[in-house]
């Protein structure tokens, strides 16, 4: 006697199964106006991504050049970034009698965020030519030679 076999109680159907195909929009422009919209849009988006090109280029001179504890140079700075979306905010006040911030870096823009707020050291742990380090604001400070060296350059500056 054999009883008739019973269909798994696991759902291998189609419809519980997200497939790779449904989470594109495959035809995003098919109907005539959102053509004319895009064309008509594609002029002005590259004249706004040279322009943020450019602007972006021209941060990183400003960053290069102006000396770097200057005021100008954070507000320049501040200005030039809030233009291209790097909005930066301060909270609260800073303790002035610590003559040490430490900050952890996410990405490679964030001590350009710290140094908008307070002119700030970024010691280099790298060892990478000196011109690259001029122009990221890198300052050796003898990380890479010791202990001993670090101390010594922090308690320079």
Known sequence: M???????TTSTSSESE????DLFHQKRNEDSISKLFSAIYAPVGIV????RVFLGFHTFLVACLLRKSGVFRQHALRMMCSILGIVVEKTGERDESARVLCANHVSILDHLA???LTPCL???VWDIPSIIRWCFGYVDLGATRGRDHLVRGVSWH
């Not at 054999?2 to 798994?8: F, G």
């Not at 997200?18 to 195909?21: D, F, G, K, N």
């Open 114 to 116: 710290i140094d908008i």
């Open 122 to 124: 970024l010691p280099s």
């Open 2 to 8: 054999t009883s008739p076999e019973t269909p798994p």
């Open 48 to 51: 706004i991504f040279l322009f």
């Open 18 to 21: 997200l497939r790779i195909e």
